[in-house]
Nanobody, 125 residues
């Protein structure tokens, strides 16, 4: 019954910014995690950032610390990713995921049960 839908991808110049959004529908309450995963061309999917919807505690991959900020709007069951200082390594698909994380860490893909369709980010210079 839970569905996840992300949006906000696009094309920017190096150093530019984008704001991604993800809505998780079907959850009751806020005792779950939401996370962003990135998959670059020819690379494996990797965790970018995550947030616990109830507490607001955040988690970041080292590659995006200081550049990306994850936040949430509890009333809207929505997670955001503010992406600043975009560079070539950020190019690719961004997927939103949600789950209760019965096992696994917050930035591990197998820990999440529900996934969005992905949104594309392109950076050029």
């Amino acid at each position: 019954q839970v569905t996840v839908a992300e949006s906000g991808g696009g094309s920017v110049l190096t150093g530019g910014s984008l704001r991604l959004s993800c809505v998780a529908s079907g959850y009751t309450g806020t005792s779950y995690f939401m996370a962003w995963f990135h998959q670059g061309p020819g690379k494996e999917r990797e965790g970018v950032a995550a947030i616990h919807m109830s507490s607001g505690k955040t988690y970041y991959a080292d590659s995006v610390k200081g550049r990306f900020t994850v936040s949430r709007d509890i009333a809207k069951n929505t997670m955001y990713l503010q992406m600043n200082g975009l560079k070539d390594e950020d190019i690719g698909m961004y997927y939103c995921a949600a789950g209760w994380l019965g096992q696994g860490s917050t930035l591990d893909a197998p820990a999440y049960k529900f996934w969005g369709q992905g949104t594309q980010v392109t950076v050029s210079s």
